[in-house]
């Protein structure tokens, strides 16, 4: 799926069925207002899933060797304190980072900053930092002004390559690549570009307690294949611009992988390995959102010969993984909503058969009836053909009958409530 990289409102609310379920709500409260609520905590405004690059995707060599890498990421929330996580979660030998900076960025897909706004990044007041293998540091707070849906640029200065590299591969994003320290640089002309992101985990903003983030995770839908480059138009980027134009203080970070799957490593982790990083290690959560299961399925179909008694162990499999990750949740105060599986008969990938399509409406029967969520998007409702309900609606297929097209991806953050992301959950035993 992913290894391919690339509605009206009111019309998807009628179609789409937002489940809440009562047991699990019994701990949730409305959040308090920010006007009335003292103090502040950092909060996640962006975020990108790590992963092991695979050879086409890693940087070269002499692109690390006393190099600049910039990097433009799209806030979610707004502040005046930002602070970045770096990483070196797959590396191998400790990552050294000579050099960082932060500044508000002229636009998605251009090397240009504001140079008004540049800061320099310290950690513990120096401006290079070693990260040891396996690890991810925060910088020191910087104060400058981000708006929210701003474009904020990193820019990041290399003495050497990585043991080994850590990276998001699917960012849809420009990043820009500079031989030297340039990372007090204005504008970098003619800056090589890939569209990768590298040793960059999370932007984080101080927010009023009543703030905090949803964090998506799950495979290429989320990851977004197929969206427009430097676009920001995935479905977490949609829903992020409503919470925005309603005034709901809440953060997305996507944490989608492109071939990712729930039970199985492929090009990155599987989900639940990654869970607690990806999902309950970032700063002010409080929703979690799950959509996975298409390459499970879908993989197993693909692979073996569909043999009755593998089909129903991965379905046992995908819905033990399903009530562990709400377990971890519940022990952390967070929310985490469930969402169905999207269709996928046509798929020129998968071939999927009609007992391939009986197991993803047997899995998201138990996804909206189980009573594991704290609420469920039905993302397949409001996708799916009406007159071929095991099909993406045409106008939300993206041609191959397994993405979304752009306005599927609209259609997906219109079929999210916002009443459910104005909740909060207590942590729960």
Not at 213 to 240: E, M, Q
Not at 284 to 299: E, M, P, Q, R, S
Request: hydrophobic share 40%; glycine share 10%.
């Amino acid at each position: 799926m992913g290894s391919r990289q690339q509605g009206k409102r009111g019309t998807i609310a009628a179609a789409v069925a937002i489940i809440f379920t009562v047991g699990a709500l019994g701990g949730c409260a409305t959040a308090p207002g920010t006007a009335s609520d003292p103090g502040q905590h950092w909060v996640a405004s962006w975020g990108a899933a790590q992963m092991l690059p695979e050879t086409a995707n890693e940087l070269p060599a002499a692109d690390w060797r006393d190099a600049s890498i910039r990097q433009v990421v799209h806030l979610s929330l707004g502040g005046s304190q930002v602070r970045v996580r770096l990483s070196n979660a797959y590396g191998t030998a400790p990552l050294l980072v000579d050099a960082a900076s932060v500044a508000r960025a002229v636009a998605p897909g251009r090397a240009a900053i504001d140079a008004a706004t540049l800061q320099a990044l310290t950690f513990d007041g120096r401006s290079a930092v070693t990260i040891p293998a396996g690890a991810e540091y925060y910088s020191d707070p910087v104060s400058i002004e981000v708006p929210a849906g701003a474009d904020l640029a990193i820019s990041l200065h290399f003495t050497g390559e990585p043991a080994r590299q850590t990276s998001h591969s699917g960012a849809r994003a420009s990043s820009f690549l500079a031989a030297g320290n340039r990372t007090a640089d204005a504008d970098w002309p003619g800056a090589a570009t890939v569209t990768r992101w590298f040793a960059i985990a999370d932007v984080d903003v101080l927010a009023p307690r009543a703030a905090g983030a949803l964090v998506a995770i799950g495979d290429s839908i989320t990851d977004g294949y197929g969206v427009t480059t430097d676009g920001n138009d995935r479905w977490t980027d949609v829903l992020a611009a409503r919470l925005r134009r309603d005034n709901v203080p809440i953060g997305t970070v996507n944490a989608g992988i492109g071939g990712g799957r729930m039970l199985k490593d492929g090009l990155g982790p599987n989900l639940v390995s990654r869970f607690e990083r990806d999902v309950l290690g970032r700063a002010g959560v409080t929703h979690a959102l799950v959509l996975i299961g298409v390459n499970d399925l879908g993989n197993l179909h693909r692979n073996t010969p569909d043999l009755p008694a593998d089909r129903r162990q991965l379905l046992a499999d995908l819905r033990l993984a399903h009530r562990q990750l709400a377990s971890r949740a519940r022990a952390r105060g967070v929310c985490l909503i469930g969402a169905t599986v999207t269709p996928y008969v046509g798929s020129d990938y998968y071939h999927p058969e009609p007992a391939n399509e009986a197991d993803r409406q047997e899995l998201n029967a138990w996804i909206r009836e189980a009573g594991v969520f704290d609420a469920v998007v039905d993302f397949d409702a409001a996708l799916r053909d009406p007159a071929q309900p095991q099909r993406l609606a045409p106008q939300y297929d993206s041609g191959d009958h397994l993405h979304p097209s752009l306005a599927g991806y609209r259609a997906m953050a219109d079929a999210v409530p916002l009443e459910m992301l104005r909740r909060r959950c207590r942590s729960r035993p």
